[in-house]
């Protein structure tokens, strides 16, 4: 058997997420189909994340195996790029070490979320419609103390079958990308579910005056996902880049 990364990049709304369940089209699901149908072979592939209903990637890794290895992985994207759709791009397709893993072998992942305080019709299939008062300085200033933190319960799914809700946070920030459109950017070493819309929707209750920087800092302290603020909508949110020892996305 063979191993090969895929690079792909997928918008979420017509998906029901990342990972295959019954009865509903998901994008591991959609793809692989369309790499089984090519490779005449069943075809498992497994993901750098798990992202939920709504959610876009900018950039998703994920690995496959198959027998006897890929002759042509050129012809085998375009192949996939035109079996699965317009809301999926697969960008390439390279072997890589056999004990390779997507998910486990991930260095950092980094999380875009989006928002816009104007309204525009282009804007809000892949952008929060933002109150224009909101105070990014206050929320930046909260958003500081995710980087000294080290358990993210209070940002945690409950029932979450998590092993562990630790997480490092190397970067998070709001970002102002002009004309009143903002990003927030987070990059940790993993994820909860749900911790980064969760994490965003309490920096917004920072940013509209309902809570203060240092009961940001409480809610974080206090474990509890029932003290922080409620979950952003989905479809602003987008996986930006996975990082990896050995492999470079962005080359692809």
Not at 100 to 106: E, G, K, L, Q, V
Not at 139 to 151: P, W, Y
Not at 238 to 243: A, C, D, E, K, S
Request: proline fraction near 4%; include cysteine; aromatic fraction near 10%.
């Amino acid at each position: 058997m063979s191993r090969y990364f895929i690079h792909l990049a997928y918008r979420g709304e017509p998906f029901h997420g990342w990972q295959s369940q019954p009865n509903a089209v998901s994008v591991q699901s959609t793809i692989e189909e369309a790499l089984s149908t090519i490779m005449r072979m069943p075809i498992k592939i497994v993901g750098a994340g798990r992202t939920d209903a709504g959610v876009n990637a900018h950039s998703m890794v994920a690995h496959f195996d198959v027998e006897n290895g890929i002759a042509n992985p050129d012809g085998i994207v375009r192949g996939l790029n035109s079996l699965v759709g317009r809301d999926i791009a697969i960008y390439s397709i390279k072997q890589v070490p056999d004990d390779a893993h997507a998910r486990f072998d991930a260095t950092s992942r980094t999380y875009h979320y989006y928002a816009h305080s104007q309204k525009s019709p282009f804007d809000y299939p892949l952008s929060w419609q933002a109150p224009a008062t909101l105070d990014y300085d206050k929320m930046n200033e909260a958003a500081k103390i995710l980087l000294t933190t080290s358990d993210f319960t209070s940002f945690a799914k409950l029932h979450a079958d998590n092993k562990t809700n630790i997480c490092r946070v190397t970067e998070a920030r709001w970002e102002p990308l002009g004309e009143g459109r903002w990003v927030f950017v987070i990059t940790a070493d993993r994820f909860l579910r749900n911790m980064v819309r969760a994490v965003v929707g309490t920096l917004v209750e920072v940013g509209r005056g309902k809570i203060t920087v240092e009961e940001f800092k409480e809610i974080i302290d206090a474990k509890d996902r029932c003290s922080a603020g409620t979950s952003m909508p989905g479809h602003a949110l987008f996986l930006w880049n996975v990082t990896y020892p050995y492999y470079n996305s962005s080359e692809s």
